[in-house]
C-alpha cells in the first residue's frame, strides 16, 4: 500500500513539473512594438499644370551660360510632375500633441535605431546658381554645410525670424562654410544669395527625426514614428499649411506595427 502511494505520489509532481516546464516554454503573443510608419502624396489639383518658369539671368551671365546643362534656369517654387501630378519640394513633419493642461508638451519619443545621428553633416550646394536641394531638413545636432562648387562666388544669407536671426557668409569659388548649432524653430529659414537674387531654397530645424520632404512624385514616408496621437504638418512655400488646422497641425493617431498611408494632400494654385 505504502509503495503504490508513493508511486501514486511521485507520479503526480512529475507530471506537475513537466507541466510547469510545458507552460514556461510556451510561445508568447508578442505585441506590435510601439512604433509605425506614415506615408503618403502631395497632389497637384488642378486640370492645367503650372508652367516652369525660366528665370532671368541678370548677373554673371557668361559663367552661369557656361556650367548650365541646357542653357537655361527654371524656378522651383512649383515642381510638379507631369506623369503622375505629384508636387516636389514640400516639407511634412511631426509635432507632439498639445498638453491638456496647457503646459507644454511631451517630446515625441525616438525609436532606438534613430536616437543617434548619423549624418553628422548636410550640404546645401550651389553647382551652378541654383541652391542644391531645394529644400532640407536638418535634426538638431546636425552640420549644415553651404558648398559652393560654381566658378563664382556666392553668398548664403540665412533668416529665421526671431529664432534664427541670420547669418550671411560669402563662399568663394570651390569652397565651404559651417552653420553649426542650429536651433529646432516652428519656424522656417529661408536662404538666399544676395548676388543672385533669384536664388533661394528652405531649411526647417527640427528636435526628432520625424520629419520628410516629398520626392519627385510627391511622396513622403515618416518610418519608426512613435505610436500614439500627434500633430501632423503639411507645408509648401507658396500656399503655406495645406494640412486641416494650418499653424496648429492636424491631429494624427498612429498605431503600433502599422503602416499608414494617409489621402492625397491636394494642392492648387493660391
Not at 488642378?46 to 518658369?53: F, V
Not at 557656361?66 to 514640400?90: I, M, Q, S
Not at 503646459?103 to 551652378?128: F, M, Q, R, S, T
Not at 500614439?228 to 509648401?236: I, K, N, S, T
Request: glycine letters at 8%.
Amino acid at each position: 500500500m505504502r509503495s503504490y502511494l508513493a508511486i501514486s505520489l511521485l507520479t503526480a509532481l512529475t507530471g506537475g513539473l513537466l507541466l510547469a516546464v510545458s507552460s514556461s516554454a510556451a510561445p508568447s503573443i508578442d505585441k506590435p512594438e510601439p512604433w509605425g510608419t506614415i506615408k503618403g502624396r502631395v497632389v497637384w489639383d488642378e486640370k492645367k499644370l503650372p508652367e516652369p518658369k525660366e528665370i532671368a539671368i541678370t548677373k554673371d551671365v557668361k559663367a552661369i551660360a557656361n556650367c548650365l546643362k541646357d542653357g537655361k534656369l527654371y524656378a522651383e517654387d512649383w515642381v510638379v510632375n507631369k506623369d503622375d501630378r505629384g508636387v516636389r519640394w514640400v516639407f511634412v513633419w511631426l509635432a507632439p500633441a498639445p498638453a491638456e493642461n496647457g503646459d507644454k508638451p511631451a517630446a515625441l519619443p525616438i525609436h532606438p535605431d534613430l536616437k543617434e545621428i548619423k549624418n553628422k553633416e548636410l550640404v546645401i550646394d550651389v553647382p551652378c546658381c541654383r541652391f542644391e536641394p531645394h529644400m532640407i531638413g536638418v535634426r538638431k545636432g546636425q552640420v549644415l554645410v553651404a558648398q559652393n562648387s560654381a566658378p563664382i562666388a556666392h553668398n548664403f544669407k540665412l533668416e529665421g525670424g526671431p529664432d534664427y536671426p541670420g547669418a550671411n557668409v560669402l563662399v568663394p569659388a570651390g569652397k565651404t562654410h559651417k552653420f553649426e548649432d542650429l536651433k529646432p524653430s516652428p519656424r522656417v529659414i529661408v536662404v538666399q544669395c544676395a548676388i543672385h537674387p533669384w536664388m533661394r531654397a528652405w531649411v526647417r530645424v527640427f528636435d526628432h527625426p520625424y520629419f520628410a520632404v516629398t520626392d519627385a512624385s510627391g511622396k513622403f514616408e515618416i518610418k519608426n514614428a512613435p505610436a500614439g496621437q500627434f500633430r501632423l504638418y503639411v507645408w509648401h512655400e507658396e500656399t503655406g499649411w495645406l494640412n486641416k488646422g494650418g499653424k496648429d497641425g492636424e491631429p494624427i493617431t498612429i498605431k503600433a506595427g502599422e503602416t499608414k498611408v494617409l489621402a492625397d494632400v491636394d494642392v492648387k494654385n493660391p
